[in-house]
């Protein structure tokens, strides 16, 4: 049932994908024969075949998974795009403090080792990043001490 | 000949440069201490470190060295996790833990580890001395080919990749063209139409090869560490003083040259990695060793153990055969070494060895060093990497992901990126999950453009005439080739089992 619901998205996909290939792209003028848009139109035909058997022949196995182990994983991409959004104005080291603190509470650390780690971690990997690989990150709310 | 004498001094001028060397050597123990983590294997490191590296600066050379360090690195790495904790880091390990982790359970994990050390670098050196030999002169031959070769030539490849990687070719040929489909949004070089940018000005010069990368084998693997992660604590088994002796090399030594040839053959074919080529010699061992082997395969026979650990460094060589020398990846982790070569406006391909013969050779010359260093960092030090495999999950899950965060920022500074690693994260999730290969995926990312430039190439040769694919004998004789590899393993796969339902009959009739 899985495979069918996969197979059925993937369908859907490449039919967006086709029809911007059959109906959108048009160069105004080409130089070669094929143009940009038959490499995708390829594609498109290819894709919608595979899915189309995929959906009709699905494999048995399901998508394993209990509710509890889904509402870990769904908590988890919350807790990244939270990260994500707070990178830039809260800074390297305070938004991973905060983000390898939390996860790692989350997933079974006690609330000590949880802050201590998150802590560090910011800390020390922005050292490391920064000023050792002179990598470019985030300063942040530090930025006018750092 | 000569010319590959005159390569490799040249080669080792390069590799034992002392910063390059120092980068052999980082290379292989991070490559090391990534492999032995659980749950991660030579991909998700080199994709990780990947832009980290590029970030920091490295020269071309020195970028290569570093990351093929880490790769084959990681395949040595691989074992540990394998043998003590039962916990294959990726596919490519899943057979050592067959017969290593039984070794290990009856107390001898000391010498299940040196043994296949020692197999690891056998495999692996054989492979660098082919590489080297058979590089050059392949490298000569392809130059030669025309842009319909070249279409001929990706068709094998994701043929190859079809039928023998994953379970169902459907959805691996599904995820490559997905993997195609991603490569071809952006801005179209040759018109400068843009395709597929919905007017997303990030989208404009397309989505970027890191992005996929760090999505699908970092932020993915974190999502998949945070699901298997289990109540229970993982159970890592005590190393021990038990070494490996002469006389056990000496029992494996057919095994293990037989297991190098077959590995590094896998490894050359375009698309097949470490994980078919260890499945491949282990079935094949069990097979040559017959009735003994019934017995003993699965529960602790070092020929169990000897043959993946050869065959998937030996493929870990053969992998890079195709990438320097045609620009086709051998493998998932290839495929992400050529995109950093093309970060580095480095083309790889038939030209590489006349264009930039510091970096080919430099690559080849420093993976000889390597090689020995990870024997030598391998033997004495294993009880060091084996400690590292306690690190609760708890903490690796948050360090993959704030990895992953660094390698994105640091190199275009672009907030929106880190929301597209998160989305392809949960993508790659997904896709494994539902028993996608995610290497097809990242293969059909890289060769995306290429494909489509040689195809369209081609037919402006040919003033948009189909036929001219299949004009020269090249071609021809790839698509064959191609042919072959998808009928002949069903082929022989019913074959097999009409002869043993006729044995089984002439059993019962003897019996009657």
Request: net charge neutral.
């Amino acid at each position: 049932m899985a495979d069918r619901i996969l197979g059925g998205i993937a369908l859907a996909i490449t039919l967006a994908y086709a029809f911007f290939a059959f109906m959108v792209i048009r160069a105004p003028f080409q130089y070669d024969p094929l143009g940009p848009e038959t490499w995708p139109q390829i594609l498109a035909v290819v894709a919608g075949l595979c899915s189309l058997y995929i959906v009709i022949r699905p494999d048995r196995r399901g998508f394993h998974l209990s509710h509890g182990t889904l509402g870990r994983v769904a908590v988890v991409v919350v807790l990244l795009v939270l990260y994500a959004f707070l990178y830039e104005p809260l800074g390297f080291i305070l938004a991973t403090a905060l983000f390898c603190g939390v996860l790692a509470r989350m997933l079974g650390a006690s609330a000590i080792r949880a802050a201590v780690f998150g802590i560090c971690f910011g800390a020390v990997g922005y050292l490391l990043c920064v000023k050792l690989l002179a990598l470019n990150l985030p300063d942040g709310v530090f930025s006018k001490i750092l | 000949m000569n010319e590959v004498f005159a390569g490799l001094y040249q080669g080792f001028g390069v590799a034992l440069e002392p910063m390059n060397l120092l980068y052999v050597l980082i290379g292989c123990f991070t490559g090391t201490l990534m492999g032995a983590l659980p749950g991660i294997g030579p991909i998700n490191g080199v994709a990780i470190l990947l832009p980290i590296a590029f970030g920091a600066g490295l020269p071309p050379e020195s970028a290569l060295i570093l990351l093929a360090g880490i790769y084959y690195g990681a395949e040595y790495g691989g074992r540990v996790s394998s043998i003590m904790l039962n916990v294959p880091g990726d596919a490519g390990a899943i057979f050592t833990t067959l017969d290593g982790n039984p070794m290990a359970k009856k107390g001898e994990a000391g010498r299940a580890l040196s043994l296949s050390g020692v197999c690891s670098f056998i495999g692996g050196t054989f492979a660098i001395v082919l590489l080297s030999l058979f590089g050059p002169m392949l490298a000569g031959i392809a130059v030669t080919f025309s842009p319909s070769d070249y279409v001929a030539l990706m068709v094998f490849a994701f043929t190859c990749l079809a039928a023998m990687v994953g379970r169902n070719p459907v959805k691996t040929l599904l995820g490559a063209v997905l993997g195609l489909m991603i490569a071809s949004v952006g801005i179209d070089a040759n018109t400068g139409v843009a395709r597929f940018t919905f007017g997303v000005p990030d989208l404009l010069s397309g989505i970027d090869f890191l992005v996929v990368v760090i999505g699908l084998f970092g932020m993915g693997e974190m999502i998949s560490l945070v699901e298997q992660m289990s109540s229970g604590k993982m159970n890592v088994l005590k190393s021990d003083k038990t070494f490996v002796s002469m006389k056990d090399m000496l029992a494996v030594k057919w095994t293990v040259l037989r297991c190098s040839i077959i590995g590094f053959i896998v490894g050359v074919l375009p698309g097949t990695g470490a994980s078919v080529a260890s499945a491949v010699s282990y079935g094949t061992e069990k097979r040559l060793a017959g009735e003994s082997g019934k017995e003993s395969f699965g529960k602790g026979d070092i020929r169990g153990l000897a043959a993946p650990e050869s065959a998937n460094n030996a493929a870990a060589g053969g992998a890079m055969v195709p990438m320097l020398t045609l620009g086709i990846p051998g493998s998932g982790t290839t495929a992400i070494l050529l995109g950093a070569l093309l970060l580095f406006n480095v083309t790889p391909g038939p030209l590489m060895f006349k264009q930039h013969p510091d970096i080919a050779w430099g690559l080849i010359a420093s993976m000889y060093i390597g090689n020995v260093a990870l024997l030598i960092i391998n033997l004495p030090l294993v009880g060091l990497f084996v400690r590292l495999l306690t690190i609760p999950l708890k903490y690796m899950a948050p360090l993959i992901a704030v990895l992953s965060f660094i390698g994105v920022y640091s190199i275009v500074s672009n907030p929106f990126d880190l929301y597209m690693i998160i989305g392809f994260g949960v993508l790659g999730w997904a896709l494994r999950k539902m028993g996608f290969s995610l290497a097809s995926v990242i293969l059909g990312v890289v060769l995306g453009n290429i494909f489509e430039d040689n195809l369209r190439r081609a037919l402006s040769i040919s003033a948009g005439d189909w036929s001219i694919l299949l004009q020269s004998g090249t071609s021809i004789l790839l698509y064959i080739l191609a042919v072959l590899i998808l009928v002949l393993p069903p082929l022989f796969g019913y074959l097999a089992k009409r002869r043993a339902a006729a044995e089984a009959e002439l059993a019962a009739s003897a019996i009657d």
